[in-house]
Each structure stands twice: as C-alpha cells, then as structure tokens.
C-alpha cells in the first residue's frame, strides 16, 4: 500500500472526468489537479490524455480518443501494453455520481499535498543535520520556514462552492440583534480614522498609511498599537527602517504623553511633572 494515497479515489475521479467530460472537469478546475497529484503510473497517464482531449474541446472521452491523445503528446509507447489497455476500459466503465466528483478531486489534491509536505519536512530535517552551529538562529529557522512557504500551491480551495447570497441573511440579522456590538471593528483610539476604514480594524484586511519620510507614519502607527493594547488585545509591531533606539523614545512619549524631544534629549528630568510621566509610562511596559 503507497503512503498518503488512495488509488481508488484516483480512479474513480477519472472515471467521472472521462464520463462527465468537460463539464464534470470544470466543476473540480480550481481544484487545480496536476498529473503529479496521482500515485499511479496509469492513472498519470490517463489524467494527462483526458486533460489534453478537454484542452481541445474533444466533447466524448473514450478509448480511440484516448489512445489518440497519448500519440499526441508521446504516451502512445504506454498503451501498447494489453494490460494497461484493459485497464483504461475498467476505469472508464467504472461509474459514479457526478455530485461525488468533487469529493473526490479534494481527496486526491490533500493526499497530494500532505506527501508534498512530508517530502519537504524530510528536506528540512536533512538540512538541519548540516547545521554546525555557526549560523544565525534566524538562519536555522529559516530552513523551516522556506519550506512552509514553498507550500502555498498545494492549498486546496474546499470552502469555495457558489452559494447563494441569500443563504443566512436571516440569521444573521437576528444574531445582531440579539448581540448588538458598540463598534464592528477594533477602535485604532481616532474615531474619524475609525470611520474612514469602516468601523475600526477588521480581521483579514489591511489598512497602508502612505506618506513622505518624517511624516510621522511610525508615530501614528505606534500610537495606534498603544491604544489597542490599552484593550487588553496584543500588538505585534514591527519595522525594519527604524533601530530600536530610535524607536524607544517615541514609545516612551506616547506612554508617558511627554513630548518625544523631551525624551529624547533628556530634558524630561528637570522637570518634576515630566519626570513623573515617565516614570508613570515605564510602569505601562510589561
């Protein structure tokens, strides 16, 4: 038994793409099946024959077709065996649903990425051994994370089915009524910022600030990190045109609300009100 496969599900997708032609294959196209997400040699080779027929807009799939396509694109060698030919006939007399197409395209994209994932953390691993201690630990993680990176293409797009508009409108409605929320949005601190991106900052979106240099981006940006965290949700904040000593005096005056030249310089000490602000905002930081 091949690991991370299913031979039957294999089969029985092409089955369905050969008996349902182009239209059972462009219920599963964004799917984006590739012939290397098949375990079998016939079944790599079938796939490649029936996707050249649908590229060419051949209406019905059948063995002369088939065998038509192979010569086409340098398969012909591979059906000149009885028991592959024999084999081509059983999957396509091997009937299913056209509403079970899809499962199983999902079914045999997954396994396929799970062996790509597999594959590519024994590469890590292999790499990892190589590690002889003079690298930057951001190298060695580095090592992981190009891999994990490198696996975008093999995300399938399950949750993407149409569906109608409609479908939960009611429901939903009736969950805000029942839950009614001061702000969709988490506040950023500016109320006139807040309305401008639509009621505060929504999970999966991004808002770009755009703006000359000293224009006072990190500030606004910073000020808004603080005004979060000051409802007790975590901010990551990150920048790389900027040091950390840079970055530490306009933290401290937004913390302490001195203003950043008195932070900077110091001056901050000679004056008692001052001076307490700062002690007070050093007390903020955890």
Request: aromatic share 10%.
């Amino acid at each position: 038994m091949k690991i991370l496969s299913d031979l039957n599900a294999e089969r029985s997708l092409l089955s369905g793409i050969i008996n349902y032609g182009s239209n059972g294959y462009f219920e599963i196209l964004d799917i984006g099946l590739k012939e290397e997400d098949f375990t079998d040699d016939s079944h790599r080779s079938i796939f490649q024959c029936v996707k050249y027929l649908i590229d060419n807009n051949v209406s019905q799939i059948d063995v002369p077709s088939i065998f038509s396509a192979a010569n086409s694109i340098g398969l012909h060698h591979y059906f000149k065996q009885q028991q592959e030919i024999e084999y081509l006939r059983a999957v396509i007399d091997f009937h299913i649903d056209e509403s079970n197409l899809r499962g199983f395209a999902q079914k045999v994209k997954k396994l396929s990425a799970a062996r790509n994932i597999y594959k590519s953390l024994e590469e890590a691993k292999n790499e990892l051994l190589e590690v002889d201690g003079s690298e930057s630990i951001s190298d060695i993680l580095g090592i992981i994370e190009n891999k994990l990176f490198n696996l975008e293409n093999f995300v399938t797009q399950d949750d993407l089915l149409p569906t109608r508009m409609g479908d939960g409108l009611k429901e939903y409605i009736d969950d805000l009524i029942n839950n009614p929320v001061e702000q969709a949005g988490i506040s950023s601190g500016f109320s006139r910022f807040d309305a401008m991106i639509g009621g505060g900052h929504r999970g999966g979106s991004v808002n770009i600030f755009a703006a000359r240099p000293g224009a006072g981006k990190s500030t606004l940006a910073s000020q808004i990190a603080y005004n979060v965290s000051k409802l007790q949700i975590p901010v990551l904040y990150l920048f790389n045109e900027m040091r950390k000593e840079d970055f530490l005096p306009r933290l401290l005056a937004n913390l302490s609300d001195v203003p950043t030249y008195l932070v900077e310089s110091g001056k901050f000490k000679y004056t008692q009100k001052d001076l307490q602000k700062i002690h007070k905002g050093l007390s903020l930081v955890h």
